[in-house]
Nanobody, 119 residues
């Protein structure tokens, strides 16, 4: 079993910053892709940012220049630094990872952490 534990969500004013963290635990050989998704009220889940095992990152157009994804392979942790937050960034943010377990890659999700951007 592989489990992801997220932290760092909360309430922040427009223009503020937050840093999300997600740590993996359990039995796995390595982790391929790590990513953050979000789901706003009444909307579907969307990809925010992803990072490969060699550090190549991709971002949704709506967060480019404001969000930065990074990973620490030694700690099996992915981060999402968010600055210049906007009310439209309000959503539940989900961590996603693809660990290699028993010769195959699994799709593993975190429980979600709520980010609320409001004055």
């Amino acid at each position: 079993q592989v489990q992801l534990v997220e932290s760092g969500g909360g309430l922040v004013q427009p223009g503020g910053s937050l840093r999300l963290s997600c740590a993996a635990s359990g039995r796995f050989i390595s982790i391929n892709t790590m990513a953050w998704y979000r789901q706003a009220p009444g909307k579907g889940r969307e990809l925010v940012a992803s990072i490969s095992n060699v550090g190549s990152a991709n971002y949704a157009d709506s967060v480019k220049g404001r969000f930065t994804i990074s990973r620490d392979n030694a700690k099996n942790t992915v981060y999402l630094q968010m600055v210049s937050l906007k009310p439209e960034d309000t959503a539940v943010y989900y961590c996603y990872m693809r660990p290699l377990v028993g010769g195959r890659y699994l799709d593993v999700w975190g429980q979600g952490t709520l980010v609320t951007v409001s004055s």
